[in-house]
């Protein structure tokens, strides 16, 4: 994204004007031209839109200063740099230009010279901007940060927690979230969720919008694979006729979220256009309809979620950096549920619970082994997985109170060994093994076995059956290995 041309728009009523600017710009720019000053207007606002526009003055519908003047009435296009194209013997042209906000102006006959310097200076300045501005984003988002943590460090009792209902939790580390979340709730700044699939960002959304306390209803669109004509279509709606197809007005999610709050899941995979207009959306707080030149007010507090490393993605230009700065004045991260485990007996009784209700039999009682077996699980799909994992798990229960492992131990077995073969494609470094740091000795094949039995053991306090499953293999094969260990150790006592 950062390292396309720039785009230029050229507009000028004469052709041969127009064929000199582009032979000298389109090796290093996109070129967009215009002919009138209308279609100037029309060009500057629409998708995508230029960095520069060279404006000729003397047209023969709309001249140059009016063009300018409404430009800058548009917030859509007001912040792009207007240069002028005047005359040699035009002062009195370029001075008003000047005064009307033109960045600067260029005298015809067009050298190539100053043409290119003109505009690396404006572009260049340009980028200045962005760089303060996003300097300055990142000083507030982290000024508002910490107000945010000082507030929530305050008190040690939530004061709405009901917002909470849903998120099933005993974990110090979620009652930090839930604190943050009082503390930030009520500013109306946006909210960046991250975290990995799985962990509940949506319910985290929820929370914020019960804090939040406003009459509009939460609505929640996930931006996965929305195209940039479907993103602006879902979110700012259209006017019949906008397109075809279009036989009636449609309110997009921002107009009926309005007085609540717009939820948009999956950011990090918003397209490069789409991430422009959200920005324009955020910085300016009015929106167009498709196929309207009225603009609309934003009144809906935004909670943006992704799963995606939207850092990394910044630094590979895939992720506009004042984008993230606007959209995480106040960032909550979500922990993994392999750094809570303390949660996992309290969510699957309740997803047992929850299985029970839905299959309609009553709630099964939760083997002890289970937990010491899903204890040991790192859960890549997080709640999420562990939710599926014990709806699979009664929907397959045959007959007792107590819950069967079966199918349980069967899945996590199965994920492992294919999470094993992955990890075995790279080149792993042996001396990084604790087996393997003998010296530089590699351990003899029973040594390497037995050490492997032994921790697993260990790791399962004892349990063969997960032993097993953490080792990938069936409880019998397990078991033929503890009684040949043992056997030996006693033939080297006799």
Same mark, same amino acid.
């Given at each position: 994204?950062?390292?396309?041309?720039?785009?230029?728009?050229?507009?000028?009523?004469?052709?041969?004007?127009?064929?000199?600017?582009?032979?000298?710009?389109?090796?290093?720019?996109?070129?967009?031209?215009?002919?009138?000053?209308?279609?100037?207007?029309?060009?500057?606002?629409?998708?995508?839109?230029?960095? =520069?526009?060279?404006?000729?003055?003397?047209?023969?519908?709309?001249?140059?200063?009016?063009?300018?003047? $409404?430009?800058?009435?548009?917030?859509?296009?007001? !912040?792009?740099?207007?240069?002028?194209?005047?005359?040699?013997?035009?002062?009195?042209?370029?001075?008003?230009?000047?005064? &009307?906000?033109?960045?600067?102006?260029?005298?015809?006959?067009?050298?190539?010279?100053?043409?290119?310097?003109?505009?690396?200076?404006?572009?260049?300045?340009?980028?200045?901007?962005?760089?303060?501005?996003?300097?300055?984003?990142?000083?507030?988002?982290?000024?508002?940060?910490?107000?945010?943590?000082?507030?929530?460090?305050?008190?040690?009792?939530?004061?709405?927690?009901?917002? %909470?209902?849903?998120?099933?939790?005993?974990?110090?580390?979620?009652?930090?979230?839930?604190?943050?979340?009082?503390?930030?709730?009520?500013?109306?700044?946006?909210?960046?969720?991250? !975290?990995?699939?799985?962990?509940?960002?949506?319910?985290?959304?929820? !929370?914020?919008?019960?804090?939040?306390?406003?009459?509009?209803?939460?609505?929640?669109?996930?931006?996965?694979?929305?195209?940039?004509?479907?993103?602006?279509?879902?979110? %700012?709606?259209?006017?019949?006729?906008?397109?075809?197809?279009?036989? $009636?007005?449609?309110?997009?999610?921002?107009?009926?979220?309005?007085?609540?709050?717009?939820?948009?899941?999956?950011?990090?995979?918003?397209?490069?256009?789409? $991430?422009?207009?959200?920005?324009?959306?955020?910085?300016?707080?009015?929106?167009?309809?498709?196929?309207?030149?009225?603009?609309?007010?934003?009144?809906?507090?935004?909670?943006?979620?992704?799963?995606?490393?939207?850092?990394?993605?910044?630094?590979?230009?895939?992720?506009?950096?004042?984008?993230?700065?606007?959209?995480?004045?106040?960032?909550?991260?979500?922990?993994?549920?392999?750094?809570?485990?303390?949660?996992?007996?309290?969510?699957?009784?309740?997803?047992?619970?929850?299985?029970?209700?839905?299959?309609? $039999?009553?709630?099964?009682?939760?083997?002890?082994?289970?937990?010491?077996?899903?204890?040991?699980?790192?859960?890549?799909?997080?709640?999420?997985?562990?939710?599926? =994992?014990?709806?699979?798990?009664?929907?397959?229960?045959?007959?007792?109170?107590?819950?069967?492992?079966?199918?349980?131990?069967?899945?996590?077995?199965?994920?492992?060994?294919?999470?094993?073969?992955?990890?075995? &494609?790279?080149?792993?470094?042996?001396?990084?093994?604790?087996?393997?740091?003998?010296?530089?000795?590699?351990?003899?094949?029973?040594?390497?076995?037995?050490?492997?039995?032994?921790?697993?053991?260990?790791?399962?306090?004892?349990?063969?059956?997960?032993?097993?499953? &953490?080792?990938?293999?069936?409880?019998?094969?397990?078991?033929?290995?503890?009684?040949?260990?043992?056997?030996?150790?006693?033939?080297?006592?006799?």
């Amino acid at each position: 994204m950062e390292n396309e041309k720039p785009r230029i728009l050229i507009v000028d009523d004469e052709r041969l004007h127009i064929n000199m600017l582009n032979d000298m710009l389109k090796g290093s720019y996109q070129i967009k031209v215009g002919t009138g000053g209308r279609q100037a207007i029309e060009r500057a606002i629409s998708e995508p839109q230029p960095d =520069l526009i060279l404006l000729d003055i003397q047209m023969p519908d709309i001249d140059g200063f009016q063009v300018l003047q $409404q430009l800058q009435e548009d917030p859509r296009s007001r !912040g792009i740099p207007v240069v002028f194209l005047t005359s040699m013997d035009a002062i009195e042209d370029e001075a008003r230009g000047l005064e &009307l906000g033109a960045a600067d102006y260029i005298t015809k006959p067009f050298s190539p010279a100053i043409v290119h310097a003109r505009i690396k200076t404006q572009l260049s300045l340009q980028r200045s901007i962005r760089e303060t501005l996003m300097a300055q984003l990142q000083a507030q988002a982290l000024e508002k940060q910490v107000g945010a943590l000082q507030r929530s460090l305050t008190s040690t009792a939530l004061h709405k927690p009901e917002a %909470f209902g849903e998120i099933v939790t005993n974990s110090p580390r979620m009652q930090t979230v839930f604190h943050y979340m009082e503390a930030v709730s009520g500013t109306g700044e946006p909210v960046l969720v991250t !975290g990995e699939t799985g962990v509940g960002k949506e319910l985290i959304a929820k !929370g914020l919008h019960r804090l939040a306390g406003r009459s509009g209803k939460l609505v929640s669109v996930n931006l996965a694979g929305l195209d940039d004509v479907a993103f602006s279509d879902t979110l %700012f709606g259209h006017k019949k006729g906008a397109f075809t197809g279009a036989n $009636q007005d449609r309110k997009g999610f921002i107009s009926q979220a309005e007085g609540g709050t717009l939820f948009l899941d999956e950011i990090g995979d918003l397209a490069p256009a789409s $991430q422009i207009k959200l920005l324009r959306l955020l910085q300016e707080g009015i929106y167009y309809p498709l196929g309207s030149d009225s603009p609309k007010m934003m009144k809906v507090n935004i909670v943006a979620a992704t799963n995606r490393d939207i850092n990394g993605m910044m630094s590979n230009g895939d992720f506009r950096q004042d984008l993230f700065f606007r959209l995480s004045a106040h960032h909550i991260k979500l922990p993994p549920l392999r750094e809570r485990r303390e949660d996992i007996p309290l969510l699957t009784s309740h997803f047992l619970k929850e299985a029970g209700d839905a299959m309609e $039999q009553a709630t099964l009682v939760v083997p002890p082994e289970l937990l010491k077996l899903l204890g040991l699980y790192s859960f890549p799909g997080n709640i999420r997985e562990l939710r599926a =994992l014990i709806f699979d798990a009664v929907a397959q229960h045959r007959s007792g109170p107590v819950l069967s492992m079966k199918s349980i131990q069967k899945t996590i077995e199965e994920r492992r060994a294919t999470n094993n073969q992955t990890a075995n &494609l790279g080149n792993p470094d042996l001396e990084t093994i604790p087996l393997f740091q003998v010296h530089g000795q590699l351990p003899t094949l029973d040594e390497a076995e037995s050490a492997l039995v032994e921790e697993a053991m260990r790791r399962a306090s004892g349990n063969q059956g997960i032993a097993a499953t &953490l080792l990938g293999i069936s409880r019998p094969a397990i078991n033929r290995r503890l009684n040949r260990r043992l056997r030996h150790l006693i033939g080297t006592r006799d």
